[in-house]
């Protein structure tokens, strides 16, 4: 009867033509925007010639994006671009421009870059009938044809909306702006508000049905995280995952999230440990370069002098690294270091050795590892120290934690960075699991631990794995003297 | 209170191409101007679809739009001017009490 009849309508599967049809999705040309991560995460940037959403509310970054878009559009790929703005006067804009080391008046010199100001004061204004938009789409056209423009930036346009009384005309024009702009060929960037039960206030991502974007400032726990999603891009297999950002004086740094793939090349190099003692227990020749290096202790074990050694050594080949100290100052770091004999300084001074101080519990752990890859391209190092990273967790939960150095160690791993990362277990007891449950993502592992013997306190060494070589067995008195790390070999005998 | 008498009304009006909105625009300016300003005013008529550079230079969003320039201060009007009313009222235009 009626309901069969029903039924078979609503399990009936679309012809298997149709399905092909739809994996086989074209994607779409791209346009790169040069912002900094986000042409990785996109597959190469924006649908080009069609218009993009970026949505968020006040505040998230929205004006900082387009403009790194026109920016990075007139400078990398020689595409004039055109700012059209609601809101924001010229001069904030020329900060923002100037922030990024450019001259907003310069490129406006040069017809590279074009602000466009539009003014509208619903005081001002008086509606006696039917309308259209088309003295805005004149505008647009003119600066458009005027300077060959391939990118525009329409900020904020839902402020037409408290421009105008009618907002059934708006929405129609609106609609025909989005396709004109798709006829002009430019690829655009349309700013919107946020929305509560929309994405933007006035649901514009309805108009824009290539790409969509949503930026997020989120403070939990008095820590402030940037996020950016992208919740639509036709034709394109996108992740649904959100990705942390930056925004600093080179703009925009968006942080895409390697899936962890395995294929990174390998290296049977090796690389001293710093110590003489330990590169004889890593097979007698360290560690292997780009690989991962864990050492676990409790507080007062000699983990940083581990890592001190590792760096020095690092820098007397001449080569760079990145110490990221969680715990003490870059001061006081090169204090205790030279107590053992280790003089970081020179290294600082030549540019070797970069010490980043920061205390996790000041920025949100997205924040934390958009920071530590920004650093890491900047710096260019061939071994980057973390120590530690249980300070961390201080920033966000163990989980996420975890991921976030999942995702640091893989992208480290594919530079061929060698990563040294100290972990502080808790108290005396012995610990062969490390806190952040990390020891599985690292390819040797270190453990310190706390021995007493005859009244006297002091710790041992061991190599609790070191994946692909032959390494000692043994535990090692582990001592620090005027002369750096010594490891005793006693210690077996406890 | 009539201070209007003696002034002297300058109106432009921005269209685009020959639109019948543009035309019943410059057509329902022009009789509500013989009609309540007849002998102190001026129309100007402008069309963007020639000179597109003086959408930016005039701040001109909408189409059709009047602007007063005179007397001062200058006003926007937005529309085809089909609502008398509401155009005689935003051009500031004092209509004589009479019933016709």
Excluded at chain 1, 25 to 37: A, D, K, N, S, V
Excluded at chain 1, 75 to 86: C, D, M, N, Q, W
Aim: proline fraction near 3%.
């Amino acid at each position: 009867m009626k309901s069969t009849q029903d039924n078979a309508t609503f399990t009936a599967e679309p012809p298997a033509s149709e399905r092909n049809d739809r994996s086989n999705h074209r994607e779409l040309p791209r346009c790169p925007t040069g912002i900094e991560g986000l042409d990785e995460i996109t597959g190469g940037g924006l649908p080009l010639g069609r218009p993009t959403l970026i949505a968020g509310a006040a505040g998230c970054g929205k004006t900082v994006f387009a403009t790194e878009f026109l920016v990075r559009g007139a400078t990398r790929y020689g595409e004039p671009g055109i700012f059209v703005s609601f809101e924001e006067r010229s001069e904030e804009l020329a900060r923002n421009v100037l922030s990024m080391g450019f001259d907003l008046n310069d490129f406006e010199r040069r017809n590279l870059l074009v602000v466009d100001h539009i003014a509208i004061e619903r005081s001002e204004i008086e509606e006696t009938g039917e309308y259209d938009l088309e003295g805005l789409f004149i505008r647009i056209g003119h600066e458009i044809d005027r300077v060959g423009a391939k990118r525009v930036v329409l900020d904020t346009l839902e402020s037409l909306f408290s421009g105008f009384e009618s907002a059934s005309i708006l929405r129609a024009e609106l609609r025909r702006l989005f396709r004109w702009l798709k006829d002009k060929g430019v690829t655009a960037v349309i700013t919107g508000e946020r929305g509560d039960r929309l994405i933007t206030r006035q649901g514009l991502e309805e108009y824009v049905s290539d790409c969509v974007i949503v930026l997020d400032h989120r403070v939990d726990a008095q820590i402030s995280t940037r996020r950016l999603r992208i919740v639509k891009y036709r034709g394109a297999a996108h992740g649904t995952n959100e990705y942390p950002f930056l925004i600093d004086e080179d703009g925009v740094t968006v942080v895409p999230i390697t899936s962890a793939q395995l294929d990174h090349q390998v290296s049977s190099e090796r690389v001293s440990t710093g110590v003489l003692a330990l590169d004889e227990m890593m097979g007698g020749r360290g560690y292997y370069r780009g690989s991962s290096v864990l050492v676990s202790g409790a507080g007062g074990s000699g983990k940083t002098s581990l890592a001190a050694s590792f760096a020095n050594a690092t820098c007397r080949r001449g080569e760079r690294c990145l110490y990221f100290a969680f715990e003490e100052s870059e001061a006081q770091l090169i204090r205790n270091m030279r107590s053992i004999g280790l003089e970081l300084s020179p290294w600082i001074d030549r540019g070797l050795l970069r010490v980043h101080a920061a205390r996790p519990s000041l920025t949100g752990l997205e924040t934390h590892l958009a920071t530590m890859q920004k650093l890491i391209r900047d710096h260019a190092p061939r071994a980057v120290i973390l120590d530690p990273i249980s300070n961390l967790i201080a920033a966000g939960t163990a989980l996420d934690t975890r991921a976030m150095l999942l995702r640091l160690m893989d992208d480290m791993k594919r530079k061929g960075i060698t990563a040294f990362v100290n972990d502080l277990t808790a108290g005396g007891a012995f610990h062969e699991a490390s806190d952040i449950g990390i020891s599985s993502l690292t390819d040797t592992w270190l453990l310190l631990r706390d021995i007493e013997r005859r009244g006297e306190r002091s710790h041992a060494l061991y190599v609790l794995k070191s994946r692909g070589m032959k390494h000692s067995n043994q535990i090692r008195e582990f001592l620090l003297s005027d002369e750096g790390v010594v490891l005793r070999k006693e210690a077996h005998t406890l | 209170m009539s201070t209007q008498h003696g002034e002297f009304w300058e109106l432009r009006l921005y269209i685009a191409g020959g639109t019948t909105r543009s035309t019943s625009a410059l057509s329902n300016l022009k009789q509500l101007c013989e009609k309540h300003l007849a002998g102190r005013h001026r129309i100007e008529v402008i069309d963007l679809g020639t000179k597109p550079e003086l959408a930016r230079q005039d701040q001109i969003v909408a189409i059709p739009t009047l602007v007063r320039k005179l007397p001062e201060p200058i006003r926007k009007i937005i529309g085809d001017l089909s609502n008398t009313e509401r155009a005689l009222v935003a051009l500031e235009v004092r209509t004589e009490p009479t019933t016709t």
